[in-house]
């Protein structure tokens, strides 16, 4: 088992920058694939980006496609996601999950097996 913990959230104006990071526990890191959800209030949550496991695949949901990166340096068991250029409909709360399946997911939720808590990210216009 992984546990998840998300950090980087926060107030910006829109056009700021943040980078969110993610720390997992245990030593098998590098078995998981890596992802990047979001959830505004009243709505479901959706898929930001993913990572596989060497970091040799990503992808990207449209809406923020150019804009956010997703990166990750298995030493450190952590996954990051640098959010430039952002918007006042990228308040959310993001959350970060690893998948341990066979097959890399991308932007399946139902294929990711271990979540963090969320990090709060609120852009002002």
């Known amino acids: 088992q992984v546990q998840l913990v998300e950090s980087g959230g926060g107030l910006v104006q829109a056009g700021g920058s943040l980078r969110l990071s993610c720390v997992a526990s245990g030593r098998t890191f590098s078995s998981y694939f890596m992802g990047w959800f979001r959830q505004a209030p009243g709505k479901e949550r959706d898929f930001v980006a993913a990572?596989?496991?060497?970091?040799?695949?990503?992808n990207t949901a449209d809406s923020v496609k150019g804009r956010f990166t997703i990166s990750r340096d298995n030493a450190k068991n952590t996954v990051y996601l640098q959010m430039n250029n952002l918007k006042p409909e990228d308040t959310s709360v993001y959350y970060c999950a690893a998948g341990q399946g066979p097959r890399y997911s991308g932007s399946d939720s139902n294929q990711y097996n271990y979540w963090g808590q969320g990090t709060q990210v609120t852009v002002s216009s």
């Open positions: 990572i596989s496991r060497t970091g040799g695949r990503t």
